[in-house]
Nanobody, 124 residues
Framework: QVRLVETGGGLVQAGASLDLSCTTSERTFSRGVMGWFRQAPGKEREFVAAIRWRDGTTNYTDSVKGRFKISRDYAKNTVDLRMNRLTPEDTGVYYC?????????????????WGQGTQVTVSS
């Protein structure tokens, strides 16, 4: 079973940047997709960004387009999320997830493996 470990969360002020990293124990889903999701208190888990391992194609939810960047290091089995111009609405627990689907899927149910999550808090 693939293990996913997120690092890099924290407390920042609005307008700041933060980097999250997800380390995978192995690239089991070599033809699949890695995604970042977030969940705010009292809300559903929502899709943030995804990247295909094989060719690096990416997909973002509208609210983070132009501010967040997802990337992967194929050799190190890591997937990073660079978050710029953070707002309080970006606050939540951020999860890394792995899907065997080659499409850039957005639904949490499409992802088979999940990390434990890392807290991101943006103060106004």
């Amino acid at each position: 079973q693939v293990r996913l470990v997120e690092t890099g969360g924290g407390l920042v002020q609005a307008g700041a940047s933060l980097d999250l990293s997800c380390t995978t124990s192995e690239r089991t889903f070599s033809r699949g997709v890695m995604g970042w999701f977030r969940q705010a208190p009292g809300k559903e888990r929502e899709f943030v960004a995804a990247i295909r391992w094989r060719d690096g194609t990416t997909n973002y939810t509208d609210s983070v387009k132009g501010r967040f960047k997802i990337s992967r290091d194929y050799a190190k089995n890591t997937v990073d999320l660079r978050m710029n111009r953070l707002t309080p609405e970006d606050t939540g627990v951020y999860y890394c997830a792995a899907s065997s689907d080659w499409r850039l899927v957005r639904a949490p149910i499409e992802y088979e493996q999940w990390g434990q999550g890392t807290q991101v808090t943006v103060s106004s």
